[in-house]
C-alpha cells in the first residue's frame, strides 16, 4: 500500500475488519474513539518531545526514530479512520471543505 495508489475507503475498510474481526465495534463509540486519538497523538508528542526543530526534522532520517513515528502516525490515522467512518464523516469531502474554509480565512500572500 501507498498514499498515491491506496483509496481512503480502502484504509477505511481494512481498519473496519480489524476491528470487527476482534468484537471492538462496541467499544467504538465517537467518544471512546476521540479518546484513543488523544491518547495516540500524545504517544506521537511522546516521540518528539525535548527535540529542538532541527531535531524533529531530523529524526524522520533516524531508522529507530523514523520507526516510531510511522508507528504512532499510523495509530492517530486508523482511530481517524474508525472515527470517520462511526460518524458517517466522508473524510476526504471534509478535508477538501476545510482547505476551502482555511483558503478563505487565510489568503495566500500576494
Known amino acids: 500500500m501507498a498514499d498515491d495508489t491506496t483509496p481512503v475507503s480502502d484504509l477505511k475498510d481494512a481498519i473496519r475488519r480489524f476491528a470487527r474481526v476482534r468484537n471492538w465495534e462496541p467499544y467504538h463509540s465517537p467518544k471512546n474513539l476521540v479518546m484513543a486519538l488523544a491518547s495516540e497523538v500524545g504517544e506521537l508528542c511522546d516521540v518528539f518531545r525535548w527535540m529542538t526543530a532541527d531535531e524533529s526534522v531530523?529524526?524522520?532520517?533516524?531508522?529507530?526514530?523514523?520507526?516510531?513515528?510511522?508507528?504512532?502516525?499510523?495509530?492517530?490515522?486508523?482511530?481517524?479512520?474508525?472515527?470517520?467512518?462511526?460518524?458517517?464523516?466522508?473524510?476526504s469531502g471534509a478535508v477538501a471543505a476545510k482547505l476551502v474554509k482555511n483558503a478563505a480565512k487565510y489568503p495566500a500572500p500576494a
Open 58 to 91: 531530523a529524526a524522520a532520517r533516524d531508522p529507530v526514530l523514523r520507526a516510531a513515528i510511522a508507528d504512532e502516525l499510523a495509530d492517530v490515522a486508523n482511530i481517524v479512520l474508525l472515527l470517520s467512518s462511526h460518524t458517517g464523516i466522508d473524510l
